[in-house]
């Protein structure tokens, strides 16, 4: 059973920055594309950022372009999402996912086949 684990959240002012983190256990993590997604209260789960297996690719909503960045540590086995010019829209509990082998992952949750527990993410006005 993988396990990943985020962390990184909380309470910020609009305009302010965030780093979230989400470590793996997978002994190889390096192999996988890595997702990350968020879900507010009342709506379903949406595509945040996915990087590939190898980091070589990134892919990111629109509604974050310019403004998060995906990165990943192999050696670490972690993925990041920087999140910087934080809105209110932007406040939810963010989950990061594993995505299929040697790809690039995709804008799907069905495509992911383990997922952390979250970490939230507040945005004050």
């Known amino acids: 059973q993988v396990q990943l684990v985020e962390s990184g959240g909380g309470l910020v002012q609009a305009g302010g920055s965030l780093r979230l983190s989400c470590a793996a256990s997978r002994r190889t993590f390096s192999s996988y594309a890595m997702g990350w997604f968020r879900q507010a209260p009342g709506k379903e789960r949406e595509f945040v950022a996915r990087?590939?297996?190898?980091?070589?690719?990134?892919y990111y909503a629109d509604f974050v372009k310019g403004r998060f960045t995906i990165s990943r540590d192999n050696g670490k086995k972690t993925v990041y999402l920087q999140m910087n010019s934080l809105k209110p829209e932007d406040t939810a509990v963010y989950y990061c996912a594993e995505g299929p082998v040697y790809s690039s992952g995709s804008a799907y949750t069905t495509d992911y086949d383990y997922w952390g527990q979250g970490t939230q993410v507040t945005v004050s006005s």
């Open positions: 990087i590939s297996w190898s980091g070589g690719r990134t």
